[in-house]
Nanobody, 123 residues
Framework: VQLQAVGGGFVQAGGSLRLPCAAS????????MGWFQQAPGKEREFVAA????????YYADSVKGRFTISRDNAKNTAYLQMNSLKPEDTAVYYC?????????????????WGQGTQVTVSS
């Protein structure tokens, strides 16, 4: 499975961005999907994840109530809707996928990684 995340960019604090992640391959619907962020000088951190059927979602405390993860299995695409953005959300965002079931918060829980897209939030 190959993942391609787009939709990053520059936005002012309080603004919104939507990050689509398009997946190749016929088995997208069988994988859990997620997003990680990596700010300069920091390790990759979990942001959000969604189960293969979309019924379960998981979020980092820092984004709860502001970010929403979703998926459209018919389109082989996962999404991260980011609202009320803060300067501390500035990072490269990575789309990930894997056969893991249940909550999975560690980078090595996931088998597939996209190339990353930059999100910059100005104050």
């Amino acid at each position: 499975v190959q993942l391609q995340a787009v939709g990053g960019g520059f936005v002012q604090a309080g603004g919104s961005l939507r990050l689509p992640c398009a997946a190749s391959g016929r088995t997208f619907s069988s994988y859990s999907m997620g997003w990680f962020q990596q700010a300069p000088g920091k390790e990759r951190e979990f942001v959000a994840a969604i189960s293969w059927n979309g019924r379960s979602t998981y979020y980092a405390d820092s984004v709860k109530g502001r970010f929403t993860i979703s998926r459209d299995n018919a389109k082989n695409t996962a999404y991260l809707q980011m609202n009320s953005l803060k300067p501390e959300d500035t990072a490269v965002y990575y789309c990930v996928g894997g056969s893991v079931r249940g909550p999975a918060y560690r980078p090595y829980d996931y088998d597939f990684w996209g190339q990353g897209t930059q999100v910059t939030v100005s104050s």
